[in-house]
């Protein structure tokens, strides 16, 4: 299932605003895996495809834990969302993003700060209230499993 998160966006810089995918493996041979590089930006552009989305790019980082936010390629990601330039990031699921529940509620909270909307393949996402609680809880007994 497809969920869209829509941040609030003044009218005139929705328009402006690009859509980056984002993929991560952790390791090397996770190359040639159901997980790794290329069905991973396969899965990144089918969802963005299934939801209208245009990508401009797929950022990638390989052989990257998602326990730190210092990846060369999320830093990328994150210096272009706070310059304002991007408006969408689609991931296939928020491990992508972040092993850490610390560090996905601050990703969540800046994407929510900079109007950008956050397109998830396999999970659901709002960033209000008890849904994105929920989401947060799920998602850490997901990791435990």
């Known amino acids: 299932m497809t969920l869209i998160h829509k941040a609030k966006l003044p009218a005139t810089a929705s328009n402006l605003k690009i859509a980056i995918g984002y993929v991560r493996l952790a390791a090397e041979p996770q190359r040639d895996s159901q997980s790794g590089l290329t069905p991973q930006t396969e899965q990144v552009r089918a969802i ?5 989305i245009d990508l401009v790019e797929v950022i990638a980082d390989t052989g990257q834990t998602g326990l730190t936010l210092k990846r060369p390629g999320l830093q990328r990601l994150l210096a272009a969302i706070e310059a304002g330039v991007i408006g969408t990031v689609v991931v296939s699921e928020l491990s992508r993003l972040s092993r850490s529940r610390s560090d996905l509620q601050r990703l969540l909270n800046l994407f929510d700060r900079c109007g950008v909307a956050l397109v998830l393949g396999t999970e659901t996402f709002d960033s209000e209230g008890a849904e994105m609680i929920f ?5 850490e007994v997901t990791e435990l499993t």
Do not use: I, K, P
């Not at 963005?48 to 209208?52: E, L, T």
């Not at 989401?135 to 998602?139: D, G, S």
């Open 48 to 52: 963005a495809g299934a939801n209208g």
């Open 135 to 139: 989401t947060l809880v799920a998602y």
